[in-house]
């Protein structure tokens, strides 16, 4: 049962540290300690005596009954989790559930908890049909959480551990060898993808807000764009390990250098098409088109002059970082020195040459090092 | 076949592999070593998967460091542990290395059905045991038109069935021109292929025996 625990309840939590952190947060860090107890007792009071506010109530903790039941169903389905059915599934029926039930309410607990204080105070002022409410909704929500985990053992389904939509897509479509890393940000790194977009589109967004006040000036929109590249700095370094753990077999491949720089080149282009279709809604409206286009091309040689310098042997995070902020701060030198066009010629040719003549020479990294 | 020519390899600073002269006929030969001795470092510089010092020439005349895309298209090769982006199924997989060495004298579902392959390829390779990964890296290896094929520790989770198959294939391939540079650590003689050399890898080098 350890390994089970292990496996559910500690992953569970160590996988949603830092949601519980945000939660924590919320719910007990914006309020000042002696108003503590009276926020929630206005919030469970609020629940208690308000409809509305109940079914906002029951629909934040089924969209966290939800996650519980993706977490187990995904881990369920995951190939080296697989010995699962070969334990939990051999036991008798009413043992397994009891299992089951035991996982969901470890990681359903916070709502329990909460459901609980808030049945102690409904109880002692005479609430008793909201309390009803929520203990049958939370009840209905485990025994379903319960049965789903116990068919799945019954039925198990390793297939299912790839999403319904990229199931469909595989059926209809072959994937070019320039998505397949924009594919495994999205699939298996969403959070470190998501989390980067979020903080690219806020620095868009305060760029554009800043640049509503004066006039247009390209200089101020390529500030906002170079650091959006430095926010996806650290998706450029992980495509390295992408690579060498995945795509060692490209090399292999008879692909003219040429064409692998192209292939490189789209892969930058649809990482960063989000940003794009943003920066060309807010460049069209004041009419810059050619500053779009050199801000697309800008970003695109820069992604690609990062990836390139890491094909040198041995390029760790700390050099890597060195390297990200100085060609930050030569560009954005030239870009105030009004030196944009001969910036971008020297990023283009700078790629070209590093790309050119590392790939040959690059040496991927080892498993047991990509691990580490 | 295959020639080196003061070939070295270095990790670091540190001497890994060193075949001052060394040319082998078309066959098929036997790597030997033990463990860490250098046999997959070897077969990974001849596949083109990292750089090394000196020369490798393909049948005489092609050169992996001055011609690496002619080199690459006539050299296949399957690595003990195969590893694949998790999302792409094993079709995603043949397309690509079909659209890049080109299609070979095997169709696809021929080389799929004798492996014991052809049921699972249209489902992404995350849900793969190691055992049918290891015969979709085997199928990809035979696919196109290589003169060589590095197999590295082929015989490592596969099913007797599937073992036999692979044997019967690298006859028929070698029949038709095509040499194999095998690392294994089971007797390869034994198991009914006619070897036409074994080399041994030790002491930073390797020979034939």
Redesign the interface.
Same mark, same amino acid.
């Given at each position: 049962m350890k390994a089970l625990h292990s496996m559910f309840i500690h992953r569970y939590y160590v996988r949603n540290t830092a949601f519980f952190l945000v939660v924590f947060y919320l719910l007990f860090g914006t309020v000042q300690g002696g108003g503590l107890p009276r926020f929630h007792y206005g919030i469970i009071k609020g629940f208690l005596t308000s409809y509305d506010f109940l079914l906002m109530m029951l629909a934040i903790w089924g969209a966290y009954a939800l996650k519980c039941v993706s977490f187990v169903l995904k881990t369920m389905a995951l =190939?080296h989790y697989a010995l699962v059915y070969e334990t939990w599934g051999v036991l008798p029926l009413a043992r397994q559930r009891r299992i089951a039930a035991w996982i969901q309410v470890s990681i359903y607990a916070p709502v329990l908890v909460y459901n609980g204080v808030a049945a102690v105070i409904a109880l002692r002022e005479g609430y008793i049909l909201p309390v009803i409410i929520t203990g049958v909704f939370n009840m209905v929500v485990c025994l379903v959480a319960v049965l789903l985990y116990s068919r799945r053992l019954l039925h198990a389904d390793? &297939?299912a551990?790839?999403p319904r939509w990229?199931?469909w897509l595989?059926?209809h479509w072959?994937?070019p060898?320039w998505l397949?890393y924009p594919? &495994?940000l999205v699939?298996?790194q969403p959070r470190m993808v998501w989390t980067t977009k979020a903080a690219s589109f806020a620095i868009l967004m305060l760029t554009f807000h800043f640049m509503e006040d004066a006039r247009f000036d390209p200089r101020a929109l390529m500030l906002g764009v170079l650091v959006m590249v430095l926010l996806h700095s650290i998706i450029i370094f992980r495509y390295r390990y992408?690579e060498d753990?995945?795509?060692?077999?490209m090399?292999?491949? =008879?692909?003219?250098i040429a064409r692998r720089y192209g292939q490189l080149w789209l892969t930058y282009a649809v990482l960063l098409l989000p940003e794009f279709i943003l920066l060309g809604v807010h460049t069209a409206r004041v009419g810059a088109f050619l500053d779009m286009w050199m801000v697309v091309s800008y970003s695109i040689a820069l992604c690609m002059l990062l990836h390139s310098l890491l094909l040198y042997p041995?390029l760790g995070e700390e050099g890597y970082t060195r390297w990200v902020f100085g060609i930050f701060f030569i560009v954005l030198f030239m870009v105030l020195g009004h030196q944009t066009l001969c910036c971008l010629v020297l990023l283009l040719v700078a790629t070209i040459l590093v790309f050119v003549r590392q790939f040959?020479?690059? &040496? =991927?990294l080892m498993?047991e090092e990509i691990k580490e | 076949m295959i020639s080196f020519n003061q070939v070295e390899k270095y990790y670091g600073d540190t001497l890994a592999l060193s075949i001052p002269q060394l040319t082998l006929e078309a066959g098929i030969y036997w790597i030997q070593g033990e463990n860490g001795a250098g046999k997959t470092t070897c077969l990974k510089m001849l596949a083109g998967l990292l750089p090394f010092k000196g020369q490798v020439l393909l049948d005489d005349h092609i050169d992996s460091r001055k011609a690496p895309i002619a080199y690459r298209k006539k050299v296949n090769y399957a690595v003990a542990e195969p590893l694949y982006p998790e999302f792409l199924t094993g079709h995603e997989l043949i397309q690509l290395y079909l659209d890049t060495k080109g299609p070979g004298p095997y169709a696809v579902e021929e080389l799929a059905r004798t492996l014991g392959a052809g049921s699972y390829l249209q489902t992404p390779v995350g849900t793969y045991s190691s055992g049918m990964l290891k015969k979709l890296s085997l199928l990809l290896a035979f696919l196109g038109n290589p003169s060589l094929i590095l197999l590295d520790e082929p015989l490592i989770t596969l099913d007797v069935a599937t073992v036999a198959a692979m044997y019967g294939l690298i006859s028929r391939m070698h029949a038709t021109g095509v040499s194999f540079m095998i690392t294994t650590h089971q007797a390869l003689s034994e198991e009914g292929l006619l070897l036409t050399g074994t080399l041994q890898v030790a002491h930073k080098t390797m020979v034939r025996l």
């Open positions: =190939p390793l &297939e551990a790839t990229l199931r595989n059926g072959r994937k060898s397949y594919f &495994e699939i298996r992408f753990l995945y795509l060692t077999f090399r292999n491949l =008879p692909i003219p041995r040959p020479r690059y &040496e =991927p498993e | -």
